[in-house]
């Protein structure tokens, strides 16, 4: 999505929804570590323009973009001279406060969604309800794993991270699980994958709910 797409979203935000508006948002974050900026659209296509620095986790945020539906910009920048840690902590963390306050009230949503999703031989599933109250199981990862370097830059301990970061500033319940998995550069992106898929249903407008899904009246 490009920063003139973005400006006009946020500045008229309808278009391919219909008549309900695009629910988009627009975050950045500084510290003495890193720099992030990260635009939003949920009722996207897909498109992806991503720069963190760290090429594999671009490819991931591509891969999750592209099937969420979710329309993401992010420019991401760091001290990857020492380690692509606080990169790419700090880009998940500003996704979860995006993806928070495009949601808006959640009015309306879903608010469920789960997928699971093959890569050759990687298999995952995952479990997404956005009910405001972080919390995360990652499970299933074989042992090793969270050793591996993938890319040259991307340690594999990163996806729990990622997901624990992204799940706790967005309000979200995520559970995650690998079934099988062989491939560390399968296994993570099968992970990507079906967290997207499962976002994709949670986020989506469902005409029949009437209000915030929820007995309480709040997520």
Same mark, same amino acid.
């Given at each position: 999505?490009?920063?003139?797409?973005?400006?006009? /979203?946020?500045?008229?935000?309808?278009?391919?929804?219909?008549?309900?508006?695009?629910?988009? /948002?627009?975050? /950045?974050?500084?510290?003495?570590?890193?720099?992030?900026?990260?635009?939003?659209?949920?009722?996207?296509?897909?498109?992806?323009?991503?720069?963190?620095?760290?090429?594999?986790?671009?490819?991931?945020?591509? +891969?999750?973009?592209?099937? +969420?539906?979710?329309?993401?910009?992010?420019?991401?920048?760091?001290?990857?001279?020492?380690?692509?840690?606080?990169?790419?902590? #700090?880009? /998940?963390?500003?996704?979860?406060?995006?993806?928070?306050?495009?949601?808006?009230?959640?009015?309306?949503?879903?608010?469920?969604? #789960?997928?699971?999703?093959?890569?050759?031989?990687?298999?995952?599933?995952?479990?997404?309800?956005?009910?405001?109250?972080?919390?995360?199981?990652?499970?299933?990862?074989?042992?090793? %794993? %969270?050793?591996?370097?993938?890319?040259?830059?991307?340690?594999?301990?990163?996806?729990?991270?990622?997901?624990? +970061?992204?799940?706790?500033?967005?309000?979200?319940?995520?559970?995650?699980?690998?079934?099988?998995?062989?491939?560390?550069?399968?296994?993570?992106?099968? %992970?990507?994958?079906?967290?997207?898929?499962?976002?994709?249903?949670?986020?989506?407008? #469902?005409?029949?709910?009437?209000?915030?899904?929820?007995?309480?009246?709040?997520?």
């Amino acid at each position: 999505m490009s920063p003139a797409k973005a400006t006009a /979203a946020q500045a008229d935000p309808t278009g391919s929804a219909g008549d309900e508006a695009h629910r988009t /948002a627009h975050v /950045a974050r500084t510290t003495s570590e890193s720099s992030v900026e990260l635009w939003l659209d949920l009722d996207g296509t897909g498109e992806a323009d991503v720069e963190t620095g760290v090429p594999f986790y671009d490819h991931m945020l591509r +891969s999750l973009a592209k099937h +969420s539906l979710i329309d993401l910009r992010v420019r991401s920048s760091g001290d990857i001279e020492i380690d692509v840690h606080h990169t790419v902590e #700090d880009t /998940a963390i500003v996704l979860g406060q995006a993806l928070r306050e495009a949601l808006g009230d959640k009015s309306g949503i879903s608010r469920f969604g #789960d997928a699971t999703v093959p890569l050759d031989e990687a298999l995952a599933t995952a479990v997404v309800d956005v009910a405001g109250r972080p919390y995360v199981v990652h499970e299933g990862e074989p042992e090793g %794993q %969270q050793y591996v370097l993938i890319g040259g830059h991307f340690t594999g301990s990163m996806t729990r991270h990622v997901l624990e +970061s992204f799940a706790t500033n967005a309000g979200l319940c995520l559970h995650v699980r690998v079934l099988a998995g062989r491939d560390p550069h399968h296994i993570v992106e099968a %992970q990507f994958k079906a967290v997207a898929r499962a976002l994709r249903a949670a986020v989506a407008r #469902d005409p029949r709910v009437v209000g915030i899904p929820s007995a309480k009246g709040a997520l």
